[in-house]
């Protein structure tokens, strides 16, 4: 087979509108004047690295913000972004020493002690070069399908010297110039015209661009002829700006590869996509989405956290992110907070910039003054810097180490085996064979053990193991004999390594993760209620649930005991090694609670699961 053809979709170009807003101490009166005269006599800004001078720029609709304008810059590699990130960085600086000159505060969006706080609300807008109607129409739909994950992602809201208001985005939930974005059937002007009318019909405007995805770009920005993504709140840092830019960049090539192979994206219907919209802009990363299931109406509806969504995303955009050569640095302030969040079991981390500001209030009251702000946006180091990873650190720093090590081997991808299908090999077609017909075969029995890949030891006609989320989205199915959660059960069981449902499980939301947990716990007979971490095997309640799992093929073994012996129960089940028979143990659950007189409890619970009769154990 001779290679014929191989398409990689590079990515395209990106402007980049970062947005602030102005504040003038004291009664706030005349930032409608420092603007205007700002915008008269802007300071000079550098160029990025495709040469062309940064711009600054307002709007009569958001009097009080101002825009800081890339122009079209490429990027296509990690040394090409981190210059665009220190441009931009020394342009916002600059601006913000110019604001001060003149009397006033450059300020992230949302300061809650403007005389109108929502004249300097504004977006991060970031506009995607497309070289043909059809990408446009791909582009444009594929944000759409993913509109609530990237509201829930970049949402930011008011803060004060009180601290930060609960909830997703201020910006959109107070805004009358934009609104979801409709299904695009072609980007042909017939069409769009028909969009404008429906427009008109459900919410009183015309203008394609009043869309979250506007699929003929802002001429306002001078991006007429892209497509503009207006989902992100303005950012605090350039950091967290870049790292959307990142996103938006991968989502433009997925759309380009649905365009070259002649695929569209699915039609997720108005209503639903309004819905997880309107909870992504109320409950930001704690939003529960309703999921797609209009191919199956006849199942319950099913919702998924706005954190899990986001993780599926990020699995969804990896080729191209590989492709990018994206850093965990630079995908760090998107991802390591949310998956931190989701998979352990303290509390506080820092998921995106709500987090950050109010985490930053909760460590020093004075942290969010308008003053210690308006200098780090005075700061190019500052504005570049990860502050997210640096409060997760503190955090806690084993959780947050082990974050980046995941997020590293996603980015690096498995490793590629080598083809030897092509390697020359001796000719030995002239040589004697011995007759081996009758030789004992070795027993490859315990080789096979030795390899716990799932895919070295799956049998012949046996399919896969399942995946944790192929476990709990089958045990999710209304109404399922025990015997097929059985089955189920011991197909994951047959996949390698630590077998642990607690981080699955936590992306699920918390109503569903319970009803799941309910599904998998074997009835009160099989329950073994243990006192203290047990020392082997042999132990008394041990070989109590390992009977009981022998007999019946599942047990379950049961802490409740004070917070801080949860470590010493994990220990324990490590230090035990393999149970005997072929018997594996999931780990179920592994959190804390709060009893009565504030008294903080722990539970583990462990399944044991044995093989089916007959089979290897």
């Avoid at 506080?348 to 969010?368: I, M, P, Q, Y």
């Avoid at 084993?398 to 995941?406: E, F, I, L, T, Y």
């Avoid at 009758?438 to 096979?448: I, N």
């Avoid at 917070?563 to 028979?581: C, F, I, K, N």
């Amino acid at each position: 087979m001779a290679l014929v053809a191989l398409y990689r979709s590079a990515p395209l170009r990106q402007r980049i509108s970062k947005g602030y807003s102005v504040y003038v101490p004291g009664h706030g009166r005349g930032v409608e004047e420092l603007v205007g005269s700002l915008l008269a006599g802007p300071p000079p800004l550098p160029a990025g690295p495709s040469g062309q001078p940064h711009t600054v720029r307002g709007s009569a609709r958001a009097r009080a913000a101002l825009w800081v304008d890339t122009g079209r810059v490429s990027l296509h590699d990690p040394a090409t972004r981190a210059r665009t990130a220190e441009a931009l960085a020394v342009s916002v600086a600059r601006v913000a020493a110019d604001v001060r000159r003149r009397g006033g505060l450059l300020l992230p969006t949302g300061w809650q002690q403007q005389p109108d706080p929502l004249a300097g609300l504004c977006a991060d807008l970031h506009s995607a070069e497309v070289l043909n109607p059809v990408q446009r129409e791909v582009f444009t739909n594929l944000v759409r399908e993913h509109t609530a994950s990237l509201i829930a992602l970049g949402g930011r809201q008011l803060y004060g010297p009180g601290g930060v208001a609960p909830g997703g985005s201020a910006r959109l939930s107070r805004s009358f110039d934009q609104v979801s974005t409709r299904y695009l059937d072609s980007c042909a002007p017939e069409h769009l015209e028909r969009v404008r009318t429906r427009l008109r019909q459900e919410e009183r405007v015309g203008r394609l661009e009043v869309m979250d995805v506007s699929p003929l770009g802002m001429p306002e920005a001078q991006a007429g002829e892209d497509v503009t993504v207006r989902l992100f709140d303005a950012q605090v840092t350039v950091a967290g700006t870049l790292a959307h830019a990142l996103l938006v960049q991968a989502l433009s090539m997925w759309s380009r590869d649905l365009e070259r192979t002649g695929r569209r994206v699915r039609q997720v219907p108005q209503f639903l996509l309004e819905q997880n919209r309107a909870r992504a802009v109320a409950h930001g990363l704690a939003a529960e989405l309703r999921v797609d299931q209009t191919r199956r109406t006849e199942e319950p509806p099913r919702t998924q956290s706005a954190g899990r969504a986001v993780r599926t995303l990020l699995s969804e955009l990896l080729p191209y992110l590989r492709q990018l050569d994206a850093t965990t640095d630079e995908l760090a302030p998107l991802f390591l907070g949310v998956e931190m969040a989701g998979s352990a079991a303290a509390s506080g981390f820092v998921r995106n910039e709500n987090d950050l500001l109010a985490h930053w209030h909760r460590e020093d009251r004075t942290a969010l003054a308008p003053e210690r702000l308006a200098q780090g946006l005075a700061s190019p180091d500052w504005l570049t810097a990860d502050h997210c990873g640096a409060s997760n650190r503190a955090v806690g720093h084993g959780s947050w180490a082990a974050a980046r090590v995941w997020l590293t081997d996603r980015l690096a991808g498995p490793a590629p085996q080598p083809d030897r299908r092509h390697e020359a090999q001796p000719d030995r077609r002239h040589e004697a064979q011995p007759d081996r017909r009758h030789e004992a075969q070795p027993d490859r029995r315990h080789e096979a053990q030795r390899d716990r890949r799932p895919e070295a030891r799956r049998e012949p006609g046996r399919p896969a193991p399942l995946t944790a989320d192929q476990l709990l989205d089958r045990l999710a199915r209304p109404d399922l004999p025990a015997p097929e959660v059985m089955d189920a059960l011991r197909s994951y069981c047959r996949a390698g390594g630590t077998l642990d449902l607690t981080r699955p499980l936590r992306s699920r939301g918390r109503d569903e993760a319970r009803a799941l947990r309910r599904v998998l716990r074997p009835r009160a007979g099989q329950r073994v209620r243990c006192e203290k971490p047990p020392v082997s095997w042999d132990d008394a309640t041990a070989t109590r649930a390992l009977r009981a799992a022998g007999e019946q093929g599942v047990a379950l073994m049961h802490w409740d005991l004070p917070a801080q012996d949860r470590a010493r129960v994990r220990e324990a089940l490590r230090g035990m090694g393999r149970a005997p028979g072929g018997v594996r143990t999931v780990l179920l659950t592994d959190t804390n609670y709060t009893a009565r007189e504030d008294e903080k409890r722990g539970t583990v619970e462990v399944l044991l699961v044995a093989p089916r009769e007959g089979t290897d154990r």
